[in-house]
């Protein structure tokens, strides 16, 4: 015995044994599922070959038609996941996209070689099945086996089904194994294929206009983010992946598209966690001669017709707790919701030396240096400190500082605030919202002070664009826009707890 091996406990031991045993039956299992292929190509039986399938219905349309099919042929194709024969008969289960149908096989039907070469078929492989349609004794619907085909050989076993996959890591890098065994992990991206299809139906019906715009550019704008950098080749600049849709829709607005929305990916150069992912699904409306205002109305709106439609009812259950989306949602300002929770009324603090002091007494951990903190920049500190994990029922905080809002119109009749919201849902941000600035020579000073961040080392700050501050001298209608993150709205209407639950394949740090 090695001196590694006396380290061991006896229960260590025997893991590893088992371990050892496990590999070598995979290792056997693997050879022999490809001996089963070379055979089948030496006997010009290719499965690999096979081009096409005349299928006549899928699983569903048996189940939901029997009436009309009983007894008549049908040829269903699918990934065979459970065989059960033995002596001259069995049954097995096909997969396809919308479930399982149960199959009866028979030597009488079929002959003796068929039926043998059935029996060699493995787990995992795809199959094409015709046959009679009856129901069996317990009342299951199934088809009886009248002809077959092999049409993809699997040569790998799919992980073992009562246990299946379950290891977080393996499901991301493995999500194609992860949608063959897991079928509520199906359930939710096909539920994220209707959530994004109802809120196009939603934006059409109110005449919006879909657009896309470019994802590469020569400058980041449209929200605070550090972007992801490249370089075009042919016209030798830097470029950057979009961090937001913004700058280019409002574009559309000034060229007269008036109600313009986009869906697609935006990409930001920040960190993994449970709510973030460095690229990801947004939507963002733009509504010329409407305000923030409208964008509540229209937000709560849109979210309560998806619920509906997806789901059938307003109310879901996220991790236990019952939200309800039905509108109106609650509205608040921000100075009063950190009043509420915190105790403290920033409608008394007259300055930004008063406000830093607060901070200090109420150990605000601050994004930048307390000197160069503002009265606003402190205001959104407390908020996100006391109040952003409070809010589970869909909340509307509104009236934001401006120092945090350089793409916003002041506030009527108070120009340190600017007519901003943004929608809460358990504690998490949804979406954003302005009434969208369009006086150029104030968004020009915004984007200057923006400037004055990044020198302060705000790598995240906005940059200058004097394209859009150009379109803007053109003249944009009072405009209102929102921007939501679409895989945040999935997680909440699917009870995911990460945006990995709800992106097929999310970024994933490579295996060393």
Not at 9 to 25: N, P, Q, S
Not at 207 to 222: C, D, H, K, R
Request: charged share 30%; glycine share 6%; hydrophobic share 35%.
């Amino acid at each position: 015995m090695s001196n590694e091996e006396k380290q061991l406990t006896k229960e260590e031991i025997k893991a590893k044994k088992l371990e050892a045993k496990a590999e070598r039956e995979m290792n056997d299992l693997l050879k022999e599922r490809r001996q089963k292929l070379f055979d089948l190509q030496e006997q010009g039986k290719d499965p690999f070959d096979v081009y096409k399938v005349n299928r006549t219905h899928t699983s569903i349309q048996v189940e939901e038609n029997y009436d009309d099919l009983e007894g008549k042929d049908v040829t269903v194709a699918g990934r065979l996941i459970s065989k059960r024969v033995h002596g001259k008969a069995g049954f097995s289960d096909v997969h396809d996209r919308y479930g399982k149908i149960q199959l009866y096989i028979k030597i009488d039907d079929i002959g003796e070689e068929k039926f043998k070469f059935y029996k060699t078929f493995d787990i995992g492989d795809f199959v094409s099945i015709t046959g009679r349609v009856f129901k069996t004794m317990t009342g299951e619907v199934t088809i009886h086996i009248t002809d077959f085909e092999l049409l993809t050989k699997s040569l790998q076993p799919l992980p073992e089904k009562f246990h299946g996959l379950k290891d977080p890591d393996l499901r991301y890098r493995q999500r194609y194994v992860d949608l063959i065994i897991n079928p509520e992990v199906r359930d939710t991206f096909f539920k994220r294929t209707a959530i994004i299809k109802a809120i196009r139906e939603f934006l059409d019906n109110k005449q919006y206009i879909e657009v896309e715009t470019p994802i590469l550019s020569p400058i980041a704008g449209g929200a605070s983010a550090k972007p992801f950098e490249t370089h075009h080749n042919a016209l030798d600049i830097d470029m950057y992946l979009r961090i937001a849709t913004e700058l280019y829709l409002k574009r559309l607005i000034v060229g007269g598209f008036e109600k313009v929305y986009e869906i697609g990916k935006v990409f930001r150069n920040e960190g993994i966690d449970i709510r973030h992912n460095p690229e990801f699904t947004m939507i963002e409306l733009y509504e010329a001669y409407s305000d923030y205002n409208d964008m509540m109305e229209i937000t709560e709106n849109m979210v309560a017709h998806v619920c509906e439609k997806v789901l059938g009812t307003t109310t879901v259950v996220y991790e236990e707790t019952e939200i309800s989306f039905a509108p109106p949602w609650k509205r608040i300002t921000m100075i009063d919701a950190v009043k509420q929770y915190s105790g403290v009324d920033f409608n008394q603090v007259n300055s930004d030396d008063e406000a830093r002091v607060l901070a200090k007494d109420n150990n605000i951990q601050l994004k930048k240096k307390l000197e160069d903190c503002t009265k606003g920049d402190i205001l959104n500190e407390f908020f996100e400190s006391f109040v952003e994990d409070k809010l589970i029922q869909p909340t509307f905080i509104y009236d934001y500082p401006v120092e945090i809002s350089p793409l916003t119109k002041k506030k009527r009749g108070n120009e340190n605030f600017t007519e901003r919201f943004e929608g809460f849902v358990y504690g998490r941000e949804l979406c954003n919202a302005y009434s969208e600035l369009n006086d150029p020579i104030v968004q020009r000073a915004r984007f200057m002070q923006q400037l004055k961040e990044r020198e302060l080392g705000d790598d995240e700050a906005y940059m200058m664009d004097e394209d859009f501050l150009n379109s803007l001298e053109i003249g944009m209608p009072p405009t209102g826009g929102m921007g939501m993150g679409v895989d945040r709205l999935v997680m909440l209407l699917t009870n995911s707890r990460s945006i990995r639950d709800v992106l097929l394949f999310p970024t994933m740090k490579p295996l060393a």
